[in-house]
């Protein structure tokens, strides 16, 4: 888990300054959703109302001790119970000592700042929700992410939005992106969507696996099910395993590992992890058959609280925004970058969902639709840099509407490559 000690007063001084400066209000209502500051809302609000929850807890937990001393019976007030909890009441106006089981008193513990950190709420353990189910890659992404986090399987991604909206779970671990596959466009939408933060990301080599039920041979295999993605990035090396079979896609590779075990499919392989294998009890017919061996998925790290960025490791940021009212936006929002020398590492489009198509008049074309757009940018620099909060002061101008989805310190670990080319086993 990521801790990060508190912002330096530059750090600061920015969040303050910068708060009011890019909030991008629509006709009625606030509709910029940035953290570090450029919208307070969320900044405090998370805080306010976790805070207001612990102090109708404490309410709601001190009217219990006062019903209950009110309805013992007579000659029963030195022990009452309170949630649970043998209680010594010293005097009646006053405190409630709980006691062990040797009648000792057990004092509270005074708070402590670890106490007051944003996460985990719930006991140490950070609840890390990720899509899929147990030997999915996107769970050993969230072990890497957390590694003493307790990984939650969500069936859906917006799911694992919501898990994290809801307070079910800490954190979420999402798949945006494949060196092979490209992006995942369900997940860019949903960051969209909703109101979570990036707050960090992890790069995990995906080594595929064909597998299968023991005792399966591959010329048995009429269908071969997976994660649409795994399938994509296997395509080649399927072929050239020289199988006969269809593609059909699933929500998960797990998952698909899971269904063939489940329902003793002999005619069916899985493309999962060689730990879906072994959890499931599959065969691994072919081992590393993803088309390139340095085949990795990035994940972004979610959370309902903004990290606070900083400049002594590498940072990266990532924006959403979409087209002003001007000409060249995109060459304008770029060159604002590039003019103050930040790599754009990732930009990706998406259609515009409340407003898809823009109907231009043109007095000798007649009427021209264009589709309109939301651009997602990743650029090398923190928020905590002037040189990337003046940028973006600059992208506002030209822009309708601008969000920060997050500063987070770059994955810099390197992985090793999976062996070159797929090995099959049988
Ligand atoms: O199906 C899984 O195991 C996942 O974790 C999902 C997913 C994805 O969505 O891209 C994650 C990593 C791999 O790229 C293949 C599939």
């Known amino acids: 888990m990521q801790t990060l000690t508190p912002p330096g007063s530059n750090s600061l001084n920015y969040l303050n300054?910068?708060?009011?400066?890019?909030?991008?209000?629509?006709?009625t209502r606030l509709v910029v959703k940035c953290g570090y500051g450029f919208e307070s809302a969320s900044f405090s609000q998370g805080f306010g109302?976790?805070?207001?929850?612990w102090q109708s807890s404490c309410a709601i937990l001190s009217s219990k001790v006062i019903s209950q001393k009110e309805d013992s019976p007579a000659g029963e007030n030195n022990i009452a119970a309170v949630n649970g909890h043998k209680t010594a009441v010293t005097d009646l106006n006053l405190v409630h000592i709980k006691v062990d089981e040797n009648n000792k008193p057990v004092l509270p513990k005074p708070l402590t700042i670890s106490d007051l950190s944003p996460a985990p709420m719930?006991?140490?353990?950070?609840?890390?929700?990720?899509?899929?189910?147990?030997?999915?890659?996107?769970e050993a992404a969230a072990g890497k992410a957390y590694p003493k986090g307790e990984a939650i399987p969500c069936d859906q991604f917006e799911v694992a939005f919501q898990a994290v909206e809801l307070w079910i779970a800490d954190?979420?671990?999402?798949p945006v992106e494949n060196s092979l596959g490209g992006s995942i466009h369900r997940n860019y939408d949903l960051l969209l969507r909703h109101r979570l933060h990036i707050v960090g990301e992890v790069q995990l080599p995906v080594h595929h696996c064909l597998l299968a039920l023991p005792g399966v041979r591959k010329e048995y295999l009429k269908r071969v099910i997976s994660h649409p993605q795994a399938l994509a990035q296997c395509e080649h090396s399927l072929t050239k395993l020289g199988l006969n079979a269809a593609r059909e896609a699933v929500d998960d590779t797990a998952g698909a590992a899971e269904f063939v075990a489940a329902n003793n499919l002999r005619d069916t392989a899985a493309i999962a992890s060689a730990r879906a294998a072994e959890l499931y009890g599959l065969q691994v017919l072919a081992d590393g058959i993803q088309d390139d061996p340095n085949n990795v998925t990035r994940f972004v790290m979610l959370a309902r609280e903004p990290i606070i960025p900083r400049t002594d490791r590498p940072f990266k940021t990532s924006i959403v925004f979409a087209h002003g009212k001007g000409t060249s936006t995109l060459f304008?929002?770029?060159?604002?970058?590039?003019?103050?020398?930040?790599?754009?590492?990732?930009?990706?489009?998406?259609?515009?969902?409340?407003?898809?198509?823009?109907?231009?008049?043109?007095?000798?074309?007649?009427?021209?639709?264009?589709?309109e757009y939301m651009f997602y940018i990743?650029?090398?620099?923190?928020?905590?840099e002037v040189r990337a909060q003046n940028a973006l002061a600059e992208v506002q101008e030209?822009?309708?509407f601008l969000r920060v989805l997050g500063s987070y310190p770059?994955?810099?670990?390197?992985w090793n490559p999976s062996s070159s080319c797929p090995q099959e086993i049988n």
Do not use: W
């Open 171 to 174: 954190r979420a671990v999402l």
């Open 17 to 27: 300054r910068a708060r009011p400066s890019l909030i991008r209000v629509a006709p």
């Open 49 to 53: 109302s976790s805070r207001a929850d």
């Open 410 to 414: 770059m994955d810099m670990t390197p």
């Open 378 to 384: 990743d650029f090398e620099a923190s928020m905590a």
């Open 332 to 371: 304008k929002v770029l060159s604002a970058f590039a003019f103050r020398n930040i790599s754009l590492t990732k930009i990706e489009s998406r259609p515009h969902r409340n407003c898809p198509i823009r109907v231009v008049d043109d007095e000798s074309e007649g009427t021209a639709k264009h589709f």
């Open 122 to 138: 719930h006991g140490s353990q950070l609840r890390v929700a990720y899509q899929g189910v147990p030997g999915a890659y996107s």
């Open 398 to 400: 030209f822009t309708s």
